[in-house]
C-alpha cells in the first residue's frame, strides 16, 4: 500500500478588529478638565480613564485613547478635533 500525504484544509480568520488608534497629542492650550470632559462625552471614557489619559497626554506628550475599526473612530476624532485637541487616527 503506498503513503499519500493528506491535504489538511485551514480557514484562515482574515477580518482584523482594532487595527486602529485614535491619538491625542499634548498641547499649550486644552485644560485638563476640557481634555477629560471631551474624553467622556466622545469617546464614552469613565471620569478615571479621562483622567488616566490626560495625565498621560500631559507627562508622555501623546495618549491613545481609542482603538477599533477605521469606520467607527472617524467621526469620534473629527468631533475631538471640533474641539480644539490635536488628534489623529494612526
Known sequence: ME???????VDVLDKKTN???????????????HVIGSLIEICNHTHIQA?????????????????GEYPDLEPQCSALLTCGLSAEIQ
Open 19 to 33: 487595527d486602529y488608534q485614535i491619538v491625542i497629542f499634548n498641547d499649550n492650550v486644552n485644560s485638563f478638565g
Open 3 to 9: 503513503k499519500t500525504k493528506k491535504d489538511i484544509e
Open 51 to 67: 483622567e488616566q489619559c490626560a495625565h498621560i497626554i500631559h507627562n508622555n506628550g501623546k495618549c491613545s485613547v481609542k482603538t
